[in-house]
């Protein structure tokens, strides 16, 4: 017992790289501040009663992209937050940083519950917007969790689903040059990167990745859903690689570029992820 505790620690000691990869740092920046909070935000900005609002995140494991969000959105009184993740070791640890945020900070309650986004222990029509953050991907079928998006909405709602975007041609180009070079440049790319963080090299791995899918295919997804897609939201550009941090100079002025890549034609070909937000018809 003491040795898997030791070799626990251990595994624990050597997850270093995406706490110090500073491009990993601006990506979830975008995703949870710009991506997320930002959409949330404008949201409840046009909404003229916003007593007894539910928003809640599904998938939300221990919490972290929820917390950014309604501490971006905490002016708005009267809003009720919720996540909800199938594990409950990691509900269990949201709600108990929410009982120190509440605590400690007097932030307002974020409430966690465990459940199944296949099929969710909600009522119809009792949400008024949906988070879902880089969740989809790894459901083998996701249109029945659409479908229950959809169900839990309020005629009106909006779902605001983040997911990789697999024609993003930075990516792509990566990809050509790997195989051109016989599998050196991933070598390249990664080099430096824990192995905790990054498997071996040589291994098949997919992260679980197993309903990556360009915006071709989401959209009438959605639509048959009952939850068109009303806006793209573009992502970061970069995901944050060993590579990156060591080129510092290009990685800073990439990062810089970001907002006027945001406005660019063509810019969802240069976001790692896709954001898209759902709207439910006010008739349903």
């Known amino acids: 017992m003491s040795e898997k505790m030791n070799e626990g620690k251990s595994w624990a000691s050597e997850e270093k790289f995406f706490s110090r990869s500073w491009t990993h740092v601006f990506y979830f920046w975008k995703l949870r501040q710009m991506m997320l909070g930002r959409t949330v935000e ?68 974020v409430r966690f519950l465990s459940g199944d986004i296949f099929n969710l222990p909600l009522a119809d029509n009792s949400v008024d917007i949906i988070l879902s953050s880089e969740v989809v991907e790894h459901l083998p079928d996701p249109m029945p969790a659409l479908k229950e998006m959809a169900r839990i909405l309020k005629p009106g709602g909006y779902a605001m689903v983040t997911t990789p975007n697999p024609r993003n041609l ?29 498997p071996p090299l040589a291994a098949a791995v997919g992260f679980g990745h197993v309903s990556v899918h360009p915006f071709s295919v989401w959209r009438p997804w959605f639509e048959e859903a009952g939850i068109p897609v009303v806006k793209k939201v573009r992502g970061p550009m970069l ?8 080129q510092r100079v290009l990685s800073g002025l990439l990062i810089a570029l970001d907002p006027i890549l945001d406005v660019l034609p063509g810019r969802f070909l240069t976001t790692t992820n896709l954001g898209m937000l759902c709207r439910k018809s006010e008739t349903d």
């Open 42 to 109: 404008r949201l409840l900005q046009r909404s003229q009663d916003r007593q007894g609002m539910r928003v809640i995140d599904l998938g939300c494991g221990p919490g972290t992209n929820l917390f950014d969000v309604t501490d971006r959105c905490a002016r708005f009184s009267g809003v009720q937050w919720f996540g909800l993740d199938l594990n409950h070791r990691e509900a269990a640890m949201g709600a108990d940083r929410s009982q120190w945020r509440g605590r400690e900070r007097n932030m307002q309650p």
């Open 170 to 198: 930075p990516e792509l180009v990566g990809y050509a040059l790997d195989r051109l070079t016989g599998g050196r440049f991933k070598k390249l790319y990664w080099k430096g990167q824990d192995d905790i963080s990054a």
């Open 239 to 246: 995901f944050g690689s060993p590579f990156f941090d060591r």
